[in-house]
């Protein structure tokens, strides 16, 4: 499988941004999928997550209730739906698969990573 991210760009505190996630391959639906973010100087850290089905989802507390994570599995893609972003939320992020149920916040168990998509939040 491979990843592509998009959607990364500048925006305001307060603002709001949509990222995709494509990816390659006919068996998308049977990935459990992943948002990781890391800042400059910090460790990756996990944003949200959402099992093959699209029934379950996860968030790191920081951005529940402001993030969201879907799929569209006609399209082979995922989104996270960013709003009233922090400048703390600026980052690269990065979508990422694995081939089970469901990947969980730990980025050891997603085999497959996407280019990453910077994110910056500054007024």
């Known amino acids: 499988v491979q990843l592509q991210a998009s959607g990364g760009g500048l925006v305001q505190p307060g603002g709001s941004l949509r990222l995709s996630c494509t990816a390659s391959?006919?068996?998308?639906?049977?990935?459990?999928m992943g948002w990781f973010r890391q800042a400059p100087g910090m460790e990756r850290e996990f944003v949200a997550t959402i099992s093959w089905g699209g029934n379950t989802t996860y968030y790191e507390d920081s951005v529940k209730g402001r993030f969201t994570i879907s799929r569209a599995s006609t399209k082979n893609t995922v989104y996270l739906q960013m709003n009233s972003l922090k400048p703390e939320d600026a980052a690269v992020y990065y979508c990422?698969?694995?081939?089970?149920?469901?990947?969980?916040?730990?980025?050891?168990?997603?085999?497959?990573w996407g280019q990453g998509t910077l994110v910056t939040v500054s007024s």
């Open positions: 990422a698969a694995t081939k089970t149920g469901w990947g969980g916040a730990i980025a050891a168990k997603y085999k497959y």
């Open positions: 391959g006919r068996t998308f639906s049977s990935y459990a």
